[in-house]
């Protein structure tokens, strides 16, 4: 693995400190890796916010944001990712909105399906995704092509 990046929020920066303490890797931390804003829902039960997903995934929550606009942060992420790491194997440690977003645009399924599973099956915890740069299918990156993704709960 070439370098970590991780969403900014403190619970994030923490586990990866502590997962690649001592291991000489780079670890940048990234704001577009951060869950979606929930806005006025941000720190409410999961359960209260799970029921009002569906709602969301064009139109931003109040003082939020929408979760096509999570996408559209990590499509830039991936963009910048695939410009400086080509060649290189990426770990990124991010949320579940984010995971969503990597499954939208790497592997096709649509957003829609994504966010009314996850609000069915409930629960929470952040996400892993690790693959080798350039060689991950991106069908809004052009010349990206396939190769496993690698999916894990943080």
């Known amino acids: 693995m070439d370098v970590v990046c991780a969403s900014d929020l403190r619970r994030v920066v923490q586990t990866v400190e502590i997962a690649f303490?001592?291991?000489?890797?780079?670890?940048?931390?990234?704001r577009r890796l951060r869950e979606c804003d929930y806005g006025i829902y941000n720190g409410r039960p999961v359960s209260e916010v799970a029921a009002l997903r569906s709602r969301h995934i064009d139109t931003p929550w109040s003082g939020g944001q929408s979760y096509r606009q999570v996408v559209a942060e990590?499509?830039?992420f991936l963009r910048e990712v695939m410009d400086e790491w080509q060649g290189g194997l990426v770990l990124a440690v991010s949320h579940s909105a984010n995971?969503?977003?990597?499954?939208?645009?790497?592997?096709?399924?649509?957003?829609?399906?994504?966010?009314?599973?996850?609000r069915l099956s409930g629960g929470r915890g952040g996400s892993t995704a690790?693959?080798?740069?350039?060689?991950v299918g991106c069908p809004s990156l052009p010349?990206?092509?396939?190769s496993p993704m690698v999916w894990g709960s943080h």
């Open 99 to 118: 995971r969503w977003a990597l499954q939208n645009l790497l592997d096709g399924t649509p957003l829609e399906e994504l966010v009314l599973t996850r």
């Open 143 to 146: 010349g990206w092509v396939s």
């Open 21 to 30: 303490a001592g291991g000489g890797k780079e670890i940048r931390v990234d």
């Open 130 to 135: 690790s693959a080798e740069v350039g060689r």
């Open 74 to 76: 990590m499509a830039g």
